[in-house]
């Protein structure tokens, strides 16, 4: 199925009300006529790696192409024509803040913003060199000389400034533009998959750069990194509009429609105090933000150079080779208190210095050189709740940031969460007219109180994302560590609340979802029932009926993982579950996933966000001898899978571009053996799943449209560990198990599902995600759509142990000690009910109970597990072993729990 133009669906074109009705946004202005920048003719620059084609008007970039693959752009030069106007930024372009000693005001500069013909300098087949004064303001205080090379075969961008007063300039904000194509507008699927990039940055000073990889995850990938001193201070957004600095006149600022299928585009922060002490005042940033002070007559130089890895997998091999440095950190970026992170730095020049910023919220502990004899490694703790920073200086002179997140243990961390969610969000109003109570409902942390009546009225009806988010993390935290208070309540909101009301519970919809139970009908309420401080003038104030629809049925999921969850406890303990059995919850969840069959049909032609809930539930049909609903189950979703492996790249949703129904097209593509769309799928979720140092970007599957729909401060912004991460790294990590060789995926897949752990603070409360652009820096203070990203983490929470060949023993998600032949993995993750071990290939996993302790033994390659005492609730568990590699049946086996810990050996063949 192709869409063309992807604006095509409904839901897509709805936003645009949102937009404009809700967000009181501008419309984005109609194109404007081609600009005199494509007269003039072309230059071009060839390296080894990169073809690299200027336009000679302007001096940015019109084409560039990889040798390896040359029919693909990384920039938008498709769309030149009509982005050739005033205003629209290009690779080349420059954007400057700037004051003289006299003054306390900024003065911005663009060459972007008034297009006039560069005075050429050199043009030669290897140099391009030209005075930009024609396109910048004459008061601009510097003279900017700009220069493309091909050197040693790679392709630099330069910038020369040059002081043409007699004051000193204080360089507060230098800007590159980093325009590539990310612009899916009016593109089909297909065209989009084969002919747009994404980008993401390593915010890291010296060490930082860009990388630039196609949308199918396939082929070279583009990386941009400081030549010399030209640090990745900071990220800032381009925006569709800026304001001048009176504060009057709204300006364009590239008007690149924004809005789904366009995220933006970005600029390298050279230097970024100008805005930090004024548009940025109240946000911490990424680094310390610096300016430079450049005096009458002198100048200064700022170089960028560009080459091309080979693949994503070969990103910081082909940094090592161009002498950048290279960080590893081991699980991540985000460290549990009680847990040995590992850093691993790979460099040109000796490290001489680390450093813990702010002092004291990170311990640094050297350890030699890993097994590869060149790699310096570390033992990292963080000592301090919150945002920390490693700067590390090497003999060159060249700085290295990388950015890490402290927490607390996970299984402290989850239990903060719990509390939080049935005390604090726990809603018990047995009159409320939308029969939300009991409920755990949406909240806004910056109030400090529940949301009972929101605009979007899912936020405050217990559906869709941004309603349901709360209750599905709820559910899912009971399903890996249960408390008997809160199962109560789970079971009283699920038995109360979603059947009944939430669900229809008999009649032709008898299991249908409705998208919200709250709803704005000021004629069936009291005078004045409704708040007057909120705006109910969009559609997104569903009235009765349009609140009561159940045919979206992406609100299926988080219901079938409600009865999912209770099925499983119900199972597993004795005595937690109450008010059913676990054959009715387990009926419930099969119901209702069929009746997103019969209800809600059209959107099930997608994958499903948390949809990997069917796979859990068919493999329970099947272990309890529920045959005939499982093959009922196992024949539609082969119908789906079917449909999924016909398409070129099935990846849409009710938005035209998305990036979670890939979780579920992986899961039934691969289940029902069609490889290679489940290979083509788990490539393209590498393609927006970046693999750098620092917490935020690690493994934070892209998603920038959906503070709009469940968040306090909606707009488009790119989205760091929104449910992206936590649901994609299922597959990540589903296929690292399978591929064990590959530390990529387990690297990439772990900070995703470490991500929605990141998003619980101090007090319990889960942020939908946090907010990136550098004038907030902060997590939202609504709960909005966290639910299915803890979804993602419950249902991936695990342990693994590897031995990899460079880097050595590495756990993650727990503690490895090695004494002589025997490795000892302390088992530290949130449900410790999964171990992954490399060395034998095998997957052990716990219906019931916990791990604590794994040993293995390299000369015999026996496996020791130790698990948990047992409690009033688990006298025995079952153990399942399994083989991902290969096609081994799964073993079973039923242990009993002693009062103490229990041990339990297994042979295995490496």
């Known amino acids: 199925m192709s869409f063309s133009p992807l604006f095509r669906l409904s839901r897509a074109v709805l936003l645009f009300s949102l937009i404009s009705s809700t967000l009181s946004w501008s419309q984005p202005p109609k194109p404007l006529p081609p600009g005199p920048m494509l007269d003039g003719g072309r230059v071009v620059l060839k390296g080894k790696e990169l073809t690299l084609e200027l336009l000679a008007y302007s001096g940015t970039v019109a084409q560039l192409r990889p040798a390896a693959d040359p029919m693909l752009d990384y920039t938008p030069g498709d769309l030149l024509k009509s982005r050739s106007a005033d205003t629209f930024y290009h690779l080349g372009d420059l954007d400057l803040r700037l004051r003289d000693d006299a003054s306390t005001d900024w003065k911005d500069y663009s060459t972007a913003y008034r297009r006039k013909p560069i005075?050429?300098?050199?043009?030669?087949s290897t140099v391009f060199r030209a005075d930009l004064a024609a396109t910048l303001p004459a008061e601009i205080p510097l003279r900017v000389v700009r220069e493309w090379s091909v050197r040693n075969g790679d392709i630099y961008l330069s910038y020369t400034l040059t002081n043409r007063t007699h004051k000193a300039v204080h360089l507060g904000g230098i800007g590159v533009p980093m325009v590539f194509n990310n612009i899916m507008n009016g593109r089909t699927l297909e065209q989009s998959y084969t002919t747009c990039s994404f980008y993401d940055p390593y915010i890291g000073q010296d060490a930082g750069y860009v990388q630039v990889a196609r949308l199918s995850g396939t082929g070279p990938a583009l990386l941009i990194a400081p030549e010399g001193h030209a640090p990745l201070e900071a990220w800032k957004p381009i925006l569709d509009k800026r304001v001048s600095r009176d504060g009057e006149a709204v300006l364009l600022n590239d008007p690149t429609r924004r809005g789904m299928t366009f995220e933006g585009s970005y600029e390298w922060m050279i230097h970024s105090a100008g805005f930090a002490e004024d548009d940025w005042k109240s946000a911490e940033q990424w680094n310390q933000p610096t300016e430079a002070v450049l005096q009458p007559g002198k100048s200064i130089t700022y170089t960028l150079h560009l080459f091309v890895a080979p693949s994503l997998r070969e990103i910081e091999a082909t940094l090592t080779a161009h002498g950048r440095p290279v960080a590893i950190g081991i699980p991540g970026y985000i460290l549990p208190q009680d847990t040995d992170g590992r850093l691993f730095l790979r460099s040109a020049t000796p490290v001489t210095s680390i450093a813990s910023e702010p002092e004291g919220s990170l311990s640094i502990h050297h350890d030699g050189l890993a097994p590869d004899g060149k790699t310096q490694a570390y033992t990292i703790h963080g000592l301090r709740w919150g945002r920390a920073r490693l700067r590390i200086t090497y003999g060159d002179g060249n700085i290295q940031t990388i950015a890490y997140r402290t927490i607390k243990p996970e299984t402290q961390t989850v239990a903060d969460l719990g509390r939080f969610l049935f005390h604090e969000q726990w809603f018990e109003q047995p009159n409320d007219p939308f029969h939300r109570s009991p409920s755990v409902i949406s909240y806004d942390n910056d109030a400090g109180q529940q949301l009972l009546q929101e605009s979007r009225a899912w936020i405050a009806g217990l559906s869709d994302e941004g309603g349901a988010g709360s209750w599905l993390a709820a559910a899912m935290k009971e399903a890996i560590a249960p408390d008997p208070g809160e199962v109560r309540k789970l079971e009283?909101?699920?038995?109360?609340?979603?059947?009944?009301?939430?669900?229809?519970?008999e009649g032709p919809q008898k299991f249908g979802v409705h998208k919200s139970l709250f709803y704005y009908q000021p004629d069936a309420m009291p005078a004045g029932y409704y708040d007057t401080s909120i705006n109910w003038g969009s559609w997104t104030s569903w009235n009765r009926k349009d609140a009561a629809d159940v045919g979206r049925s992406f609100n299926y999921p988080h219901v079938v993982a409600a009865y999912w969850s209770l099925y499983r406890i119900a199972r597993n303990n004795s005595g937690l579950a109450a008010m059913q059995d676990w054959k009715w919850y387990l009926d419930h969840a099969y119901e209702t996933t069929m009746a997103m069959r019969s209800h809600a049909p059209y959107y099930t032609q997608f994958g499903q966000m948390e949809g990997t809930i069917f796979t859990l539930l068919l493999h329970d049909l099947k272990m309890e001898g529920w045959n005939e609903q499982a093959s009922t189950l196992e024949g539609w979703m082969r119908q789906r899978a079917q449909q999924w492996n016909s398409e070129p790249y099935p990846f849409g949703s009710e938005m035209p571009w998305d990036s979670t129904g890939q979780e579920e097209v992986y899961a039934w593509t691969r289940y029902f053996g069609f490889k290679e769309k489940a290979d083509l799928t788990l490539?393209?979720?590498?393609?927006?799943?970046?693999?750098?140092?620092?917490?935020?970007?690690?493994?934070?599957?892209?998603?920038?449209?959906?503070?709009?729909?469940?968040?306090?401060?909606?707009?488009?912004?790119?989205?760091?560990?929104?449910?992206?991460?936590?649901?994609?790294?299922?597959?990540?990590?589903?296929?690292?198990?399978?591929?064990?060789?590959?530390?990529?995926?387990?690297?990439?897949?772990y900070g995703g599902v470490m991500g929605p752990l990141a998003n619980i603070d101090e007090k319990g409360f889960g942020s939908a995600a946090f907010h990136s652009y550098p004038d907030r820096m902060q997590y939202d203070p609504y709960t909005g759509d966290y639910g299915p990203n803890f979804l993602g983490h419950a249902l991936n929470s695990g342990v693994y142990l590897v031995q990899d060949p460079s880097l050595g023993w590495l756990?993650?998600?727990?503690?490895?000690?090695?004494?002589?032949?025997?490795?000892?993995?302390?088992?530290?993750?949130?449900?410790?009910?999964?171990?992954?071990l490399a060395p034998t290939g095998q997957w052990l996993t716990l219906d019931g109970g916990a791990f604590t302790a794994v040993d293995y033994d390299t000369s015999t390659h026996q496996v020791t597990i130790h698990l948990a005492p047992a409690t009033a609730y688990v006298k025995e568990v079952k153990l399942h072993i399994a083989t991902p590699a290969t096609e081994k049946p799964e073993e079973v086996r039923t242990v009993s729990l002693a009062s103490e810990e229990t041990s339990v050996s297994l042979m295995t063949q490496k």
């Not at 609340?497 to 519970?505: A, C, D, F």
């Not at 979720?685 to 917490?695: E, G, R």
């Not at 299922?730 to 690297?747: K, T, W």
């Open 119 to 124: 005075q050429v300098l050199a043009n030669t």
């Open 492 to 505: 009283a909101f699920v038995n109360q609340t979603v059947w009944g009301h939430l669900q229809e519970s």
């Open 683 to 749: 490539n393209a979720i590498l393609a927006y799943t970046p693999v750098v140092p620092s917490w935020g970007y690690n493994g934070s599957a892209r998603r920038y449209w959906d503070f709009l729909y469940g968040g306090k401060y909606p707009r488009i912004e790119r989205q760091l560990h929104h449910y992206g991460s936590g649901l994609n790294a299922i597959p990540l990590l589903s296929e690292y198990r399978a591929h064990s060789s590959d530390l990529y995926l387990l690297r990439a897949g």
């Open 811 to 836: 756990a993650f998600g727990g503690n490895v000690t090695v004494h002589g032949n025997t490795v000892r993995l302390d088992v530290l993750d949130s449900s410790r009910q999964r171990v992954f």
